[in-house]
RNA sequence: GGGGGCGUAGUGUAGUGGUUAACAUGUCGGCCUGUCAAGCCGAAGACCGCGGGUUCAAGUCCCGUCGCUCCCGCCA
């Protein structure tokens, strides 16, 4: 071994210990006669000292270090003097004295610092990860993220979950998000395609008998990528036999109330976890992933509004559309800048404006005030709960549109007064989910989570007659504005099967040709089951409270899908497109 | 596919169309025995992402392009 101790765990009780440690060189402070260097590993910090009547060759090898190199240090441990203690670090009250110093290897110097976690340019994070790996800031994020996968593993473990490894090589399914496909050399002219999700193969798990399956499951969908969204990622992805949708609510709060307690003891959750339905969610927050760490609820004036003379209002009416508002506490005073901008992010969302009103001590102030009564600017703000200070926003129009106006405006005054509390993981579960959504594109039905989705009972008469009327048992985990997780109960009764199928516009010959397998496999004994997927990238972000799942990846792609440390993806030799039957087309 | 922001020494930034592009930090050299953002002295280091245009004159204005990033579409 290089080391007989790390750099984080000597203290005044290892005082005249001869020890050896082994690290880079974090700092130095050479002051010719005397030279400190701050020596660096995983654990720690540790201050080594070198001078020249203690050690004659070792202070001359401590002179010529540099920042980064790595060194190992044969010394003493000594307290130092009682006001030099380093309050800030864990080995602050002690020091390694050199006996010895040998250098392991060079380095250049660095482009960018790695000892503090200045903002550097992520485009060179990225290109050298390894040395942003080293940076205190992604070794905490990276822990954190080891900290969290080995929670689940023990907590699914104990509750009798067995993992199962589910191949990465499978078949494409036209549904969903694009697919990344791998080319097989053996069978000329076809693809495997890698995963989206385990789905089918955790369901084909439970046919099996295994009852209780998860994994720490890699994914993969071609999209276009976000700040929460890189094309892999990793889910927890876990599935039950014998189970309704509360058994596996209930078991996801626990998990993650104990998670967070175990890992981010500083940071709180909700308890219970608040459950709405989706319908709920739009009527209250605008958005089904609602940021639930703060009010500022969506107020409808529809029906206090239906006799206004205001244009704008009447035109929504008309047209089947709503009128709603919210309240921003105290920005009455918001400048003609701010309101521009409130309107154009309304606007980015559809809306066609957004009507604003100040409620000021000298009256309520906005462009739209003249045209409407005393009495509707009073029904308005007794509606909303405004009060003098106050500015509220109004949006009227299709309700679609209204919901991703107003969640955006909530969403920015968030932000911009900083309503959300940032030690609170608000955890919340949304419910009863619509099970078909209609595509205009292809003029079609499509399955809002996937066709293996089990109605809800109460609402599966309708499905034939009124697919809108079905709600499904699929059901999502949100916090903090983010969709941690999406779940459901399964199909396991082969004719609801074929019935969603044909809302779908699947004839049974072009079901059995896409989904035939699992078909075969239901008719043999398929248990009721259901599950869910929660993201492991999502979930180490918000605990460690970035904004980026970037942050918490060793080794992410850029916006546009490139790694650029290893400058993937990159082109191939031609013998390696010719055995995988691949001929590029003219354009490229 | 569409829209916004950014791009200036290694890094982070400043820079009214007008001399030799500034500051901090880092790097290198010298001095220095108690520093911990060490200090003091000195030096090197950028043709301003790239290409074109406007102009007597462009880091600055215009067009294009590349890269990073955020958002919309997309993401069962």
Redesign the pocket.
């Known amino acids: 071994m290089f080391k007989t101790h790390s750099c984080g765990e000597l203290r005044p009780e290892n005082v005249g210990q001869e020890v050896t440690l082994a690290g880079w060189v974090n700092?130095r402070?050479?002051?010719?006669?005397?030279v400190?260097i701050?020596l660096r590993d995983r654990a720690g910090l540790t201050?080594i000292?070198s001078?020249?009547?203690a050690a004659p060759e070792a202070h001359e090898a401590a002179a010529t270090v540099?920042?980064e190199y790595v060194i190992q240090v044969r010394g003493v441990v000594r307290l130092?003097?009682e006001e030099?203690?380093?309050p800030?670090w864990a080995t602050g009250a002690i020091?390694v004295e050199a006996r010895e110093v040998r250098i392991l290897n060079l380095s250049q110097?660095p482009?960018?610092?790695i000892y503090e976690d200045?903002?550097?340019?992520?485009?060179?994070r990225?290109r050298y990860r390894y040395l942003d790996l080293r940076r205190s800031r992604m070794q905490r994020n990276i822990l954190l993220r080891h900290r969290t996968v080995k929670f689940i593993r023990d907590f699914m473990d104990a509750h009798g979950f067995v993992e199962i490894e589910t191949p990465f090589l499978f078949k494409s399914t036209p549904?969903?998000?694009?697919d990344y496909l791998v080319p097989s050399r053996v069978h000329p002219g076809k693809f495997y395609a890698l995963p989206?999700?385990p789905?089918q193969l955790k369901q084909l798990l439970m046919v099996a008998g295994y009852e209780r399956y998860y994994q720490i499951a890699r994914c993969f969908?071609d999209?276009?990528?976000?700040?929460d969204?890189q094309p892999e990622f990793t889910q927890l992805d876990f599935e039950m036999s014998f189970v309704e949708r509360d058994d596996i609510l209930d078991l996801v709060e626990v998990l993650f109330t104990e998670l967070v307690a175990a890992v981010t003891p500083q940071k709180r959750v909700l308890s219970p976890f608040p459950r709405l339905s989706y319908a709920e969610a739009l009527e209250r927050y605008g958005s089904d992933k609602p940021d639930l760490r703060f009010g500022m609820e969506l107020g409808d004036l529809t029906a206090v509004l239906s006799t206004s003379e205001f244009r704008v209002f009447r035109a929504a009416i008309e047209e089947g559309g709503q009128i709603k508002g919210i309240v921003a506490p105290g920005c009455a005073d918001y400048a003609r800048r701010q309101l521009d901008e409130l309107t154009a992010l309304a606007q980015?969302q559809g809306a066609r404006g957004l009507v604003t009103l100040a409620f000021r001590a000298d009256g309520v102030k906005g462009p739209a005030v003249k045209f409407l009564t005393e009495s509707e600017l009073a029904v308005i703000a007794q509606h909303l709960g405004a009060g003098e200070g106050d500015l509220v926003c109004i949006v009227a129009d299709a309700k679609p549109v209204v919901a991703g106006a107003l969640s955006a405006l909530r969403l920015a005054f968030r932000d911009q007064l900083q309503l959300a509390d940032p030690d609170l993981l608000a955890f919340g579960y949304v419910l009863d989910f619509p099970m078909f959504e209609w595509n205009e594109e292809g003029q079609r039905w499509?399955?809002?989570?996937?066709?293996f989705t089990m109605p809800r009972p109460n609402t599966y008469a309708a499905m034939m007659a009124d697919p809108t009327a079905v709600l499904s048992d699929a059901y999502d985990l949100v916090c903090n504005g983010y969709e941690l997780a999406s779940g459901s109960i399964r199909v396991h009764d082969p004719r609801i099967q074929m019935d969603i199928f044909r809302v779908l516009g699947y004839p049974e010959e072009e079901a059995r040709a896409r989904f035939g397998h699992m078909m075969e496999a239901f008719s043999y004994g398929a248990p009721p089951h259901g599950g869910m997927a929660p993201g492991i990238d999502r979930t180490v972000m918000l605990l460690a409270g970035e904004n980026?799942i970037?942050e918490v990846i060793a080794f992410p792609k850029?916006?546009?899908a490139?790694d650029?440390m290893a400058d993937a993806p990159s082109p191939v030799d031609q013998k390696q497109l010719d055995e995988l039957h691949l001929k590029l087309s003219e354009s490229e």
């Open positions: 700092r402070r050479d002051h010719g006669g005397l400190f701050v201050q000292v001078s020249p009547e540099r920042g130092r003097p030099q203690v380093n800030d020091e110097t482009p960018f610092y200045s903002a550097v340019d992520e485009g060179l990225l549904e969903g998000a694009r989206q999700s789905q969908r999209e276009d990528l976000r700040g969204r980015k499509d399955a809002a989570h996937h066709p980026n970037r850029t916006a546009q490139v650029l």
